[in-house]
């Protein structure tokens, strides 16, 4: 079992920058292993996947985020971020946390709004 928090979702400027977070409580397992994503959704959209962080498959990003958004980890506090950069108002939406251990879990989501 592996919870999520989310943090740091706001309101921006387009061409501002926000730092979401995102702490996993996984008692017994060993957060390494734990592939570790972000996703967003926005009104009217399905949810889809920004980017991703694996210790065996590397990083994958979006190819609408490549250049502008990074994703990381800090395993010894098992945590995950998505640095945002350059927003642009089409980046507004829900932006989820997500693991996945044998299983695949899901933050509360966080809201980014980037106005023009």
């Known amino acids: 079992q592996v919870q999520l928090v989310e943090s740091g979702g706001g309101m921006v400027q387009a061409g501002g920058s926000l730092r979401l977070s995102c702490a996993a409580s996984?008692?017994?397992?060993?957060?390494?292993?734990?592939?570790m994503g972000w996703y967003r959704q926005a009104p009217g959209k399905e949810r889809e996947k920004v980017a991703q962080?694996?210790?065996?498959?590397?990083?994958y990003y979006d190819d609408s985020v490549k250049g502008r958004f990074t994703i990381s980890r800090d395993n010894a506090q098992n945590m995950a971020y998505l640095q945002m950069n350059s927003l642009r108002p089409e980046d507004t939406a829900v932006y989820y946390c997500?693991?996945?251990?044998?299983?695949?879990?899901w933050g509360q989501g966080t809201q980014v709004t980037v106005s023009s």
């Open positions: 997500n693991a996945y251990y044998f299983g695949t879990y």
């Open positions: 962080i694996s210790t065996e498959d590397g990083i």
């Open positions: 996984a008692p017994g397992i060993r957060f390494p292993s734990v592939i």
